[in-house]
């Protein structure tokens, strides 16, 4: 085996290889857990002519339908295959061994791994227990060091920053030189956005996915929002040829018709508000969340691996339990429409009872 470069030695990236299209309910991924209609999946690749699978994909129509959601121009959009590998490009413009990387603790995981790979210092700021990220933590650990301040909005914690915190924060870096990636992933899910800030700030990056709400995790795109300047930077580290002719129609495709993803979303609020029902009946706690994923807290004596464990037996994934503050022993639940979330209930409620009543038995 020939070595890695010295950055890479001490990394470890775990692969989870298991099954789970067509194996059950996943609602382990935050994706969306319905299929799409097929009407819609045939219709696009009805549409899609052999000359556009030889020839390589030609984008610009979905630059402009994108640039057009956004409400600003061409100039100001990138495209990636996922938004994971926006992030990635971030890093590689911007970020050189010894710089400071300051980002949110629990956050999009991929954060920290960049910031091993590329050999920055991460500078993790910490939420209290009850879920509070004073935003003045975050400000006062940006420095002349500091080349990127990684925010999720909404976060892995299902809460966000409000808008004039991240202003506060984007005001703050930009005094230091540094860039703040604003990761709207799960947007549309929550309607708050910095796409409108993109014009009056020149150091910040909105980062936008169709893996959501969207529901086209499988397709891999995203795409970055910023000023031509900071989008022409980013060009630079482009691969030749970003997303293929297939995933880029169906984007279009969503982008013509903005009713699929904003019904999702509205089978989500539904299913949503149908857990936190069900989960309030069975007398646990659900975390309130903004996302299309909610937290659940079980009693300190049920053994959430155990609740997890058994939901995979029976075809259900879901997460955790987390370590760590906020989330510590927390499980997490993609949620989906209310019809869905009922199956899942079904099968929660057995399996809680079964665990919860083994511990009183004890
Ligand atoms: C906050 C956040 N950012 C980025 C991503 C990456 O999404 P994708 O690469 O599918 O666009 C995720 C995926 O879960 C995420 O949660």
């Not at 399996?351 to 004890?362: C, M, N, T």
């Amino acid at each position: 085996m020939i070595e890695p470069k010295s950055l890479l030695k001490n990394i470890i990236r775990i692969e989870d290889v298991a099954a789970r299209i067509g194996k059950g309910m996943r609602l382990d991924r935050n994706e969306r857990t319905t299929p799409l209609d097929t009407g819609i999946v045939k219709a696009v690749l009805n549409s899609l002519s052999s000359e556009e699978m030889v020839a390589y994909p030609e984008l610009e129509p979905l630059y402009e339908k994108i640039a057009r959601s956004t409400g600003l121009t061409r100039e100001n959009i990138l495209i990636f295959s996922g938004s994971d590998t926006g992030v990635k490009s971030l890093f590689e413009v911007y970020v050189e061994p010894g710089d400071e990387v300051v980002m949110l603790k629990p956050s999009y995981g991929m954060y920290f791994v960049y910031s091993d790979m590329f050999g920055a210092k991460k500078i993790a700021i910490e939420y209290d227990c009850d879920f509070r990220l004073p935003v003045q933590r975050v400000i006062d650990r940006i420095n002349p060091k500091t080349k990127l301040v990684l925010l999720a909005n909404p976060n892995h914690t299902g809460t966000v920053l409000q808008e004039e915190d991240i202003c506060r924060i984007i005001e703050a870096a930009a005094r230091h030189d540094a860039l703040v990636l604003l990761d709207e992933a799960y947007h549309q899910f929550y309607p708050g956005t910095m796409v409108p800030y993109v014009n009056q700030f020149d150091n910040l990056i909105v980062l936008r996915t169709f893996s959501k709400a969207q529901g086209i995790a499988g397709l891999r795109i995203g795409y970055a929002v910023s000023q031509p300047g900071n989008i022409q930077n980013l060009h630079k580290v482009k691969l030749t040829h970003e997303i293929t002719s297939v995933s880029a129609r169906f984007a279009e495709y969503l982008l013509d018709h903005p009713e699929v993803a904003q019904g999702y979303v509205r089978d989500v609020e539904e299913g949503k508000a149908y857990i936190k029902e069900e989960m309030t009946a069975l007398g646990l706690e659900m975390i309130p969340s903004v996302t299309n994923f909610v937290f659940i807290r079980l009693p300190e004596k049920v053994n959430g691996t155990d609740v997890v464990v058994r939901l995979a037996k029976k075809g259900i994934s879901i997460k955790g339990p987390f370590k760590g503050v906020p989330l510590e022993g927390l499980i997490r639940i993609t949620v989906g429409p209310k019809e869905q979330m009922k199956e899942l209930m079904d099968v929660f409620r057995d399996v809680y009872d079964d665990v919860h009543s083994s511990i009183i038995r004890d």
